[in-house]
């Protein structure tokens, strides 16, 4: 593959979701979010000689081209309702001027932009693509969308609501909890029947948008939006580092099958332990980071009162534990019979683009394992950033 053009959209969609996370006003949301997404499209189709990666992109590209045009849609109707504002305060200004922010316009407007957000960030039942551009797309692009896409729409959202929206408080709350719910639920459950390791943590990561939205609903609690960042950092880290081992895997095997997995302790026991610390940390099992993150995350949601998300969170985080393991098992298995062709025929590589996967992946391991014992620096940063 071309290296120089895979560079130039990478960087092109880090930069539109830079410019996403600190936009404030309906143009440079719009135009920052068109960039991040359509480098992304380009991205998930770039092995274009690989029939599931066509199958990714054009799927990726009709639903997003979708979501896109009922987030412009709903976004013209707050253009409208405010008289002609686009910068957020300005808009929730203008809101209150015309006396139109209890009008029906503004349900209109506010189902849309939750339907398009909602689509970035993978939430149930606007998660479709999810599971397919993850698989089809090359392993490193999907590594590369699963953080970048879910960072920038969380700011996005967190910015949206809180300005324009925070008159009609209990009606977007209602939305994302429920959002909320079908997403930790349905991306646990489903995860545990899938074959594909891409396919399971696409459902993993679902259900991982579920518990952060539990920060940004509570934003009534001072250490909401807090919580959600801390946990955001967490969680970059846990499922790059995860990534980082498939890549690696994958490319000395060609296969991204779990069961294939079978194994791998014996012939490259660090990489069959930096996945195991990885995948235990997105469980949320002690004492590393993403124990932490979590723990932080729902006693900030139970303490602003969000008991039923709360304990479904947890419920579902239980859930999460059962396939991560089933993968460590996999790894750490000895029995010759069950060891499968693809790891017996596992060679080591010393290539200059293999160790600098290793590097990173030991960057995100020590991170997801070691980041926990720093949580409270952690958590001032992200209180004195927000407030």
Excluded at 308 to 325: D, E, N, P, T
Excluded at 332 to 353: A, D, G, W
Excluded at 361 to 385: E, H, K, R
Aim: hydrophobic share 50%; net charge neutral.
């Amino acid at each position: 593959m071309a290296v120089t053009e895979f560079l130039l959209f990478i960087l092109t969609a880090t930069l539109g979701g830079m410019f996403l996370c600190g936009a404030n006003d309906l143009t440079t949301i719009f135009v920052s979010l068109e960039c991040l997404s359509l480098c992304s499209y380009l991205l998930s189709g770039y092995t274009k000689r690989d029939v599931r990666s066509n199958e990714a992109i054009m799927k990726y590209l009709l639903m997003g081209g979708t979501s896109s045009s009922i987030l412009a849609y709903g976004l013209s109707w707050l253009y409208g309702l405010s008289g002609g504002e686009i910068e957020l305060q300005e808009i929730a200004n203008g809101l209150i001027n015309t006396q139109m922010y209890n009008s029906p316009g503004i349900w209109i407007a506010l189902l849309s932009i939750t339907v398009g957000i909602a689509f970035k960030l993978s939430l149930v039942p606007f998660h479709q693509w999810t599971p397919d551009v993850y698989e089809g797309s090359p392993t490193p692009v999907v590594a590369f969308i699963s953080v970048i896409s879910k960072v920038a729409a969380s700011a996005l959202a967190t910015r949206i609501f809180d300005i324009i929206f925070y008159f009609s408080l209990n009606e977007w709350h209602l939305l994302l909890e429920i959002l909320a719910i079908l997403s930790m639920i349905l991306g646990n459950l489903i995860a545990i029947t899938q074959t594909s390791i891409k396919r399971m943590l696409a459902y993993s990561s679902i259900g991982q948008i579920g518990y952060i939205l539990i920060g940004i609903i509570d934003r009534d609690s001072n250490n909401g939006y807090a919580s959600m960042i801390t946990y955001m950092l967490l969680y970059i880290f846990m499922n790059l580092g995860t990534f980082a081992c498939i890549v690696l895997f994958s490319l000395r095997t060609g296969t991204d099958n779990i069961r294939d997995y079978a194994g791998l302790y014996m012939k490259d026991p660090f990489s069959a332990l930096s996945l195991s610390l990885c995948l235990l940390s997105l469980g949320g099992i002690p004492p590393l980071a993403g124990f932490f993150g979590k723990l932080y995350l729902f006693w900030c949601g139970w303490q602003a009162g969000s008991y039923l998300l709360v304990s479904i969170g947890l419920f579902m985080s239980v859930i999460s534990i059962y396939y991560y393991l089933k993968i460590i098992k996999l790894l750490m298995t000895e029995r010759n019979k069950e060891i499968t062709p693809y790891v017996q025929n596992y060679r080591l590589s010393s290539s200059i683009s293999k160790n600098s996967i290793e590097f990173s992946m030991i960057v995100c391991v020590m991170a997801s394992t070691l980041l926990g014992i720093v949580m409270n620096p952690i958590v001032a940063i992200a209180q004195d950033t927000l407030f």
